[in-house]
């Protein structure tokens, strides 16, 4: 795969789709099988509020992979990510109803650099509160 996004096609300002990611807690179980991240501060309501929390939370390499799908859903290619990093900020709360929580991304291009990269700045936020900060990526384009 390649970039199919062209280097000469954007702008400092331009703005990627933003997208909406659902999480349930089944959905915390399915990534912590995956993962192998069974911290039961992600499926147990009790212990997550015994330890302080207001509730069970999304894992933070779970909140940090939906953020970076803008990217790489724009780019059309998951290897044209250069580099990729965050600040945690807040939790991602996931309630036990039907809905959950909803994690909301949006980029934009901060810069063009050299060698055809970009450096994308992401904003992720639930329920009204900026959940990564510093969220960066530099992608590589065609």
Known sequence: ?????????????T????????????????????????????????????VGLP?????GMFTMAEAIRVVTDWVGDPGAVVEYGVRFTRPVVVPDDDKGA???VS?????????????????ATSAGQKVLGA???VVRLA
């Not at 179980?29 to 009790?46: M, T």
């Open 1 to 13: 795969m390649t970039a199919k996004i062209s280097y000469a096609n954007v702008e400092v300002g």
């Open 107 to 123: 980029g934009k291009i901060a810069a063009k650099l050299d060698d055809d990269t970009v450096r994308v700045d992401l904003t």
């Open 102 to 104: 909803v994690i909301e």
């Open 15 to 50: 703005e990627l789709p933003a997208q909406a990611f659902p999480v349930t807690r089944a959905t915390l179980v399915q990534y912590a099988g995956a993962s192998g991240d069974f911290n039961p501060i992600h499926w147990n309501e009790r212990f997550a509020k015994e």
């Open 55 to 59: 509730d069970v939370i999304a894992h």
């Open 135 to 137: 969220s960066r990526a």
